[in-house]
Every structure is written in C-alpha cells, then in structure tokens.
C-alpha cells in the first residue's frame, strides 16, 4: 500500500513473498457476478481506479453475468487463489500472477474495491512509460456494525463542492447511509418560502449528490426536522425563513416560532407534502429522519396548551410513524426529548443531553410505536459507559449512537454501540463540516473496526484520500477543507 494504512484498517491483512503485481496504463478485469452491478456503481469503480492510480492507468471491466457459488468475483491477470468464509464480507488475495477480490454481496464487493485501489502503488507515472503494482497480499475483512452513517447539513453558508468532497470521502470510507438535512435551503414546490432567496438549491442541483451517494453504494436519507428548529436555522442566529419571508403562516408555529404547532391540520399537511418531495429526491430507502430534539417551545399556543404534553407528542409520533411506514420507511427520531436528565447519572467527564423534563415528554416514551428508531445523540460521553442508549433498547426500541466531533466521543460511543448491539452509529457534523474532514478516517474506522481504533486523526494523509476521490483541477477554492488560509 502506498499510504501508511488503509482506510478503514480491515480485520486482517497479510503480506506474503509471493511478488508484486504489475501493471500499466490499461488493466482489464474479469466480473463474475451474480447479478448486474448498476451502470453507475461501474463508472464510480473506473473513477476510484483512475484517481488511486495517479490518473495513470484506467480499467475496464469484461462482465459475465453468470457465478455458480452466488459471489462477486473481480479476477485481474490470472488471479490468485482465494478462499472466503462466510462470515467474511470480502476478502482480496494478490501476488505476481494477478488480483482476485471475492465478496457474498453487492455492498461487499464494492467494499472490497474500495480496499484494493488503496494498494496500488506507482513505479512510474511519466507519460507512455507507466508503471504500477500491487504488493502480494491478502486480506479477509468485515464490518463490526452494519448501520454506519454521516449527517451533513446543507446551510445557506454551505458550498455544494464541500458538500459533494464529504459524500465521496464518506463512500471511500466505506460508510452505508448519508442524511443530507436541508436548513431553508432546498426549493420545494409545496411552498417557497421554506427555502432562502438567492441561498438554495432545486431539483436538478441536489438530485446529482444523490446519484453520487448511491453509485458509492450508500443509501441517502431523508429529513427534516417536524418538531424543534422549525426556523430551519440556529437558534444563535435569529432567522425564521418562513416568518421572515410572510408572516401570514405564524400558526404553522408555536408563537415564538422556533416550534412547529402539531395541533394544527395545516401543519401535519405541510409536512407531509414535504416528506412527499424528499421521498422523490433522495430515491428508495428504508428510512427517514424526522428530527425531534430541542422542542423548547413544544405546547405553548393556545390550543396546544390544552393538552399534555406527553400524549400529544406521543399522538403526533405514532401518526408520522404510521404514515412514513406507509411509505416503506422506518422514522429515526433524536432522543432527547423523550428522556429526563434526572433520570440519568451525570458522567464523570463530559455531560448528559436529555430535555424531556423541560414539558414532561419524557413519559411519551412508553405510548410510542417501537418501530421509531431512536438516535441518541450523547455528544458529552467519553467513556465506554452509555445508559441513555441502553435504557431506550431496554424499553423495546432500536437504537442509533449518534457522536459529534470530539474523538474520544466517537471512540466511547462506537465501542458502546458494539457491546450493546445497537442498530447503528451516525456519526454528525452539523456547521462543523470542514473541521470534522481531518476526523473522518480515523471516525469511520472506528464505526468498522472490531478493536476500538483510537489513532490520531492524520491530516496529511486524510488530504491524500480526499484529492484521490475529489478532482479540483487546480482550482484553489475547492481544494482540501478550509475556504481560506488566514482567519480575519
């Protein structure tokens, strides 16, 4: 390999004395598959060939659609020997003679690829004369969680290019799903002005990141936020983009509008005309992300007041759970609206996220439809140590660890998604994006490692990985994570 690990580090990687393949500008291989590989999951692969081969050598790939053993074989040069167990995803063997990649499914193989061009290493990339190779080596490997995901939001500030470099990173990195929130920044046909003037996107801009998550083989999921952060912006910042476009939709809202109003029937109309438009962009899945945390203003309109809490909120969620499992997905939800911090030990180090004890929410958790998938978003554990996920599988539901960016965080919390079997982790980025970049490698090992992998972020190299899958041409603007070299 020619960087100092792979990214993420499988399970087990050996190296042999059995020499290193060679290869030029043009590699041909054999799929033996059980099925076809989409057209765009082929063109993403030549992609990832190109770049990791420095822009010297190109594949093509000569299909045949027929594996009596039901696996994705990928064989370059005459291959090598290979043996997959079956609780192996993929495994790759290489030596002097050529290349085999082997893996049980779609999202193994294209594992697996994403393993291999990591091993190729250059001799020579002068013009005419290239030369490449890969050392003899074989590797067996597998996931510790299946649910490994990134939250990306796209804000009014946010550039389209920073949002594409992260997508194709993640997929590098072998992550499965991609939430892209939008925060007015979408144009939906159901009303204008849940987006900004002059700071959104439409149909065509957005619909690409879609099609690029999914050639990478990373489900997309929906979301938009129903309950709290219904300005779609920061609390810190003071916008509303639907009340500071027309105040004649107040009571979509509870009146200080940072809360939707769900006693309203216009209100739960709205919303699933939106979850209408979202299904459409980001295509077919089985999940969608309905938001839920810091409702602070939850129940203060007049008629909101007339009811308890707890229940309505319980009321609310079972309707958008039977509606999104209508539509063949399963809603996830943040979590802390639904426990009470006095529940709860404080940690050590670190803090306790809960705020169901602000209105008493926290007693809807009993009333909820199990199958609402929860994301507990503890962002002050640093230590192995996770009540709030274990009391919620505890009381029947699946649970998402959600960490945000400080590493000892996304250490404990992946550790603890594995002791616990939880459903997942998801990891979030929120306006921190360009600083999380640095973090993300050494993240998405963690999320796929058996060991917690508790190595230091490498920025050097995690440049290296990101200018192979992002291509600025030159262009300065685009290129690496920071928009600027001098603060001020």
Known sequence: MYLTRLYPSPKTKSETSSGSFSFGSSVRGRLV???????????????????????ASNIEFDICNLSSENVYKLVIGNGADISLKKEEEYAIKSDSSGVTLAAWEKKGFINGFKTLIQLICPNNLAEG?????????????SPSLNFRGIHLCVFPDSKLSTIEKAIRLAGLLKLTHVILEFWGTYRFDCLKSL??????????????????????????IPMLNHFGHATASRVSCGRHVVLNSDLRYAKLFEPDGWTFCISNPDTRKLL????????????????????FDEAYSFATCPECRKHEPSKLLAEYLNYLSDDCLSHGRRPIIWHDELIDRNDFPAPKEGYLVANGQNRGTSKALDLLDKRIIIADWQYGY?????????????????????PFDNNRNIAALSVSAKKLNLFGVLLTTWHHLPDYFPKLPA??????????????????????????????????????????EVDG
């Open 33 to 55: 598959l059980p099925k076809e590989l989409p057209y765009e999951v082929i063109d993403s692969l030549k992609y990832l060939w190109h770049r990791f081969s420095f822009t």
């Open 129 to 141: 004369e290239e030369s490449l190779y890969i050392e003899s080596v074989e590797i067996h490997d």
């Open 195 to 220: 987006s900004w003037e002059g700071y959104s996107y439409g149909y065509n801009e957005i619909k690409p990141l879609m099609n690029l998550a999914r050639s990478l083989d990373m489900e997309v």
């Open 272 to 291: 699933s005309a939106i979850r209408e438009e979202l299904y459409d962009l980001c295509g077919e899945g089985n999940y969608i992300h309905l938001g």
């Open 382 to 402: 640093l230590d192995e140590t996770n009540p709030t996920s274990e009391y919620f599988q505890k009381a029947g539901f699946d649970v998402i660890a959600c």
């Open 443 to 484: 993240a998405a090992s963690m999320l796929w490692e058996d060991e917690n992998c508790r190595f230091n972020q490498n920025w050097t190299e995690t440049a290296s990985l990101l200018r192979m899958v992002y291509d600025v041409a030159g262009d300065y603007k685009t290129a690496g994570w920071s928009m600027q």
